[in-house]
């Protein structure tokens, strides 16, 4: 279960200060579908970006199952992010230095899963 209570994202850009999101308050629960829609500049963005530990938030509180995501340091954020959530981005987002074989096998590092399981399981999907 996932939810925000008064989760707000203040960008401070100098003399200028935009409010992203302002008390937000939002549950979804486990095996829910959910669909974030609005304008250009609404927030949505910024919303997915803090739902997926991308981004943090500027005030509120986020709760993901029985973590205070809010209260977690930058490394036990990035271990739950890698645990818990996949993405896929409007861009692909791959590195060109690498083959597309060391590009699925990356995300695979970063959870601790060994060379041989990494290859054989990154293998297995590309040729789905």
Known sequence: MITLKGISKLYDLGEVKVNALKDINLTINRGEYVSIMGP??????????????????????YLLEDYDITALPDKEQARIRNKHFGFIFQSFNLFPELSALENVMLPMSYAGIGYKERKNRAGELLDE
């Open 40 to 61: 250009s500049g609404s927030g949505k963005s910024t919303l997915m970006h803090i739902l997926g530990i991308l981004d943090s938030v500027s005030s509120g509180q």
